[in-house]
């Protein structure tokens, strides 16, 4: 069961049980005002994007759906690592901060600064849940996608990937802010269950055609 909600977080949340959820996986807002530089068919302004006030509640319900043994995957960008970690490590206990190496680097500032290649994920633990398969190193390697679906779209391969690790098959899955929804294309594919609420329509229409053409494919992380 893979359920894609149009919907904004703070409602949908209300109808998550408590301590349900093995997973939250998800993909905020960074708080940066984000706009892509696309040159063609540009995506829409991320709403919602210009400050964390959100964060604090957002983080109070995400631990009262949690179960007791559970794990987060929370996506952010280097210009507010710090005001995340303050409010998760309120009631998580962060574990490391995993890096994604895209593989290929972003636009910006093209004479005046470094190129952009990575984004940071915080990985917190409720309670002392184990992960799966062996120890990885926290530098993740995973092509950059083309964006068609959203303007941040996450690669399928690298959230099937992090779900393998933190859950087993027919568990709860939960992402807050659905974006292209890649959390629940790789939730189908490696058979677990999935909520992702997303505020924009049009993603929500595109994701749900997604995710009826996905396939279930089990991928199995090695010892």
Same mark, same amino acid.
């Not at 909600?5 to 984000?34: A, C, E, F, M, R």
């Not at 568990?171 to 959390?183: I, K, N, P, R």
């Given at each position: 069961?893979?359920?894609?909600?149009?919907?904004?977080?703070?409602?949908?949340?209300?109808?998550?049980?408590?301590?349900?959820?093995?997973?939250?996986?998800?993909?905020?807002?960074?708080? *940066?005002?984000?706009? $892509?530089?696309?040159? &063609? #068919?540009? +995506?829409?302004?991320?709403?919602?994007?210009?400050?964390?006030?959100? /964060?604090?509640?957002?983080?109070?319900?995400?631990?009262?759906?949690?179960?007791?043994?559970?794990?987060?995957?929370?996506?952010?960008?280097?210009?507010?690592?710090?005001?995340?970690?303050?409010?998760?490590?309120?009631?998580?206990?962060?574990?490391?901060?995993?890096?994604?190496?895209?593989?290929?680097?972003?636009?910006?500032?093209?004479?005046?600064?470094?190129?952009?290649?990575?984004?940071?994920?915080?990985?917190?633990?409720?309670?002392?849940?184990?992960?799966?398969?062996?120890?990885?190193?926290? *530098?993740?390697?995973? $092509?950059?996608?083309? &964006? #068609?679906? +959203?303007?941040?779209?996450?690669?399928?391969?690298?959230?099937?990937? /992090?779900?393998?690790?933190?859950?087993?098959?027919?568990?709860?899955?939960?992402?807050?802010?659905?974006?292209?929804?890649?959390?629940?294309?790789?939730?189908?594919?490696?058979?677990?269950?999935?909520?992702?609420?997303?505020?924009?329509?049009?993603?929500?229409?595109?994701?749900?055609?997604?995710?009826?053409?996905?396939?279930?494919?089990?991928?199995?992380?090695?010892?």
């Amino acid at each position: 069961m893979q359920k894609i909600l149009h919907i904004d977080w703070k409602i949908g949340i209300k109808k998550v049980t408590d301590n349900s959820v093995d997973l939250v996986l998800t993909d905020p807002p960074y708080g *940066i005002s984000y706009r $892509s530089n696309k040159r &063609n #068919n540009r +995506h829409k302004r991320m709403p919602n994007d210009n400050n964390l006030d959100w /964060l604090n509640s957002w983080v109070k319900e995400i631990k009262r759906v949690c179960k007791e043994e559970a794990h987060l995957y929370v996506f952010c960008s280097w210009h507010n690592v710090e005001v995340f970690k303050f409010f998760l490590g309120k009631e998580f206990r962060i574990k490391n901060i995993l890096i994604w190496e895209k593989e290929n680097h972003g636009t910006g500032d093209l004479k005046g600064d470094y190129a952009p290649k990575y984004e940071m994920i915080l990985f917190c633990s409720n309670g002392n849940k184990k992960l799966n398969g062996r120890r990885d190193c926290n *530098i993740l390697k995973s $092509s950059k996608t083309k &964006n #068609n679906n +959203h303007p941040t779209e996450k690669p399928v391969d690298l959230i099937s990937y /992090l779900i393998e690790k933190s859950t087993d098959p027919g568990d709860l899955v939960l992402d807050t802010f659905g974006g292209s929804c890649s959390t629940a294309i790789a939730s189908k594919q490696t058979n677990r269950n999935c909520i992702v609420f997303e505020i924009e329509a049009d993603y929500c229409s595109n994701a749900r055609k997604n995710l009826a053409g996905t396939s279930k494919r089990m991928f199995g992380i090695s010892d």
